[in-house]
């Protein structure tokens, strides 16, 4: 009974910010400082209608969509070959290749800002997108080697030797076996990766000054004042922004529970 009633608390801390953003979506202004946690009395479509409206903010949209479509298959794609050669590797070399990306998890993200804020201004990659897709790279590299990795250690080494014996080479070992057995944990760090660059807000602040390079979080911002919020605006531009998210864990969702649990049952 003890376990119910805290997950029922857990699920309303969960739910009702969700349906304040809501319905706030579909409120003017007045209405929402009238009933700030009620439905909308009179729901009005007028907050999607600038917003959809506003050419800028699609363009922002665009970027945020090309940002995230770039940097989680390059950071897959450099993980997924990283954490097959630490599966592959001798022992000591394995140690250390896994070691080095491990470190990068030690380091907290705020230590490095201002070395790699200042390494990207000197080459000229700060206030550009290609810019901020290679930091996006650069810092979820680490934690999706570690994923990818455990992952594959889990692998019957069995199939890579019979492989070997039939005449495959590392390569295409790796493209034949690994990478279709990894299916389920690809797909959960995918969704990882593409929810933590879709939402992140840090890097595009430090990194993007030009207006037309900035991303949808960054451009949710002008919503929010010192001295004046829009907060229909702001809730209906955080509605469209998470309705890509839901869609994307909606069709993934299977691969994504498969991934999560396919290391304990092979453990």
Known sequence: MTRRALLAVYALLIVVPLMVVLFG????TPDLFASPFGPP?????????VILGDAG???VFGN???????SVPVTLVLASLTGYAVARLPRWPSRILFGAFAAGLAVPAQ????????QFDRLGLRDSLFGLMLVNVVVTLPVAVFILSGFMRT???ELFEAAALDGA??????RRIAVPLSLPSLAATAIFLLVMHWNDLLYPLLFIDDPANRTLPL????????YLTDYPLLFTGVVIASIPMVLLYAVLQRWFVAGITAGAIKG
């Open 155 to 157: 692998l019957p080494r």
């Open 111 to 118: 230590a490095m800002m201002i070395p790699q804020y200042v």
């Open 25 to 28: 979506s579909f409120k003017t």
């Open 41 to 49: 009395l009179s729901p009005t479509l007028g907050n999607y209608r």
């Open 169 to 174: 080479g590392p390569c295409a070992v790796y």
């Open 64 to 70: 945020s969509v090309l940002v995230v479509i770039v």
């Open 219 to 226: 451009a949710l911002l002008d919503f929010a004042g010192e």
């Open 57 to 59: 903010l699609l363009r």
